[in-house]
């Protein structure tokens, strides 16, 4: 393969701190990567404590001396934990008082084990392990991305707790209804003949660069020629990088066969939802719906951009997130509270939409 091509944020990234760790969750390993200050001593920030292994070390993770903040962030389908890397150095960089981003790869993707059953259950007890097994607790910011959005999602309506959830481009909407059902089913046999074919004929099939690179076309909005080179490469070097044809087919169902608005109902806890003007995958107002659905919720559309906000705009992205970071104190939840009526979820937060300029942002309702 060709050199990297080198990211628009490239001076950022080289001026971000990050150290590779892994850590055993029910007996299978998470690889993970942590962006900002932090030592070798110290990774989580929130409550509890629990060991992992970095770099061969046992080390405890938890406790005093740390950054003022910890975002635990999960990717979507297909990728790894580069994809998140943009929008963590932009985090790092741009918190005045040090915020430490993890983000590990998902089970089955990139380097980290596969789960025995890549089904949303599996996802949802992984990353509550995880979580556990570095110590963080509701301080915490958990934020997830396309498919990530949904595990988070899932994971939060299960009662892992946060401060604030941060989705972004999330699967606010199913995917085998609507105008997307006849694509989704598409690519569902595509997937299910990857798997079934011959392994050396179905692996060929599933990371063929030619259809890799036309969804990487097709995602993609931006018209700068660097950019789109940058995002072309990384779809090429990471978005194959699964561990087996069973567990991608597994979590390719898993991802169109749930979405975030499923646990709307469930989730009490603070969300930002960072979407995206031209994301083919969710529209803005099926955005907006899942918003007037959730108890305390911000929409922020971010204009010009499709479903790759975290390659196109994480400084847009990291912005929303940080200011709302500022905004969230770590009260405690009311989780069991019943839930408050369309007056009171109507009376949510407001400022400029970024699509329109208008003076209302979706918060909580549909307005």
Request: charged content about 20%; glycine content about 12%.
């Amino acid at each position: 393969m060709q050199p990297p091509v080198l990211s628009p944020y490239q001076s950022l990234m080289a001026a971000t701190p990050v150290v590779h760790r892994a850590v055993q969750v029910d007996g299978r390993t998470t690889h993970y990567w942590e962006y900002g200050p932090g030592d070798d001593a110290t990774l989580g920030t929130g409550t509890g404590t629990g060991t992992g292994t970095a770099s061969g070390a046992t080390v405890q993770l938890g406790g005093p001396g740390g950054p003022a903040a910890t975002v635990l962030a999960v990717h979507g389908f297909r990728g790894d934990h580069h994809g998140l890397e943009s929008i963590a150095a932009h985090l790092v960089s741009g918190h005045p008082e040090g915020v430490r981003v993890i983000v590990p790869d998902l089970p089955g993707f990139g380097v980290s084990d596969p789960l025995p059953t890549s089904d949303l259950d599996a996802y949802v007890h992984w990353l509550d392990g995880f979580r556990a097994a570095l110590g963080l607790g509701r301080d915490t910011v958990v934020l997830g991305h396309s498919f990530g959005s949904i595990v988070v999602a899932a994971a939060v309506a299960d009662g892992l707790d946060t401060r604030l959830l941060v989705l972004v481009n999330p699967i606010a909407a199913p995917a085998l209804q609507g105008p997307r059902a006849v694509g989704t089913g598409i690519a569902i046999a595509y997937y299910r003949l990857g798997a079934r074919l011959p392994r050396a004929l179905g692996l060929g099939l599933l990371r063929n660069r030619g259809i890799v690179r036309a969804m990487s076309v097709a995602m993609l909005k931006s018209a700068d020629p660097a950019l789109r080179r940058w995002v072309h490469d990384q779809h090429d070097r990471y978005f194959s990088a699964f561990a087996d044809r069973t567990s991608v087919l597994q979590a390719f169902r898993t991802s169109v066969t749930h979405d975030v608005a499923q646990f709307a109902d469930r989730i009490t806890v603070p969300v930002l939802m960072v979407a995206a003007e031209h994301d083919d995958i969710t529209a803005v107002p099926e955005q907006r719906a899942l918003a007037a659905r959730l108890r305390d919720a911000e929409l922020v559309v971010v204009p010009g951009v499709g479903h790759l906000v975290h390659y196109e705009t994480p400084a847009e992205a990291s912005a929303a997130v940080l200011r709302r970071m500022r905004d969230t104190t770590a009260a405690p939840t009311n989780r069991g509270r019943k839930r408050p009526g369309p007056a009171r979820r109507a009376s949510g937060r407001t400022g400029p939409d970024r699509t329109t300029g208008e003076p209302d942002r979706t918060t909580g309702s549909d307005a």
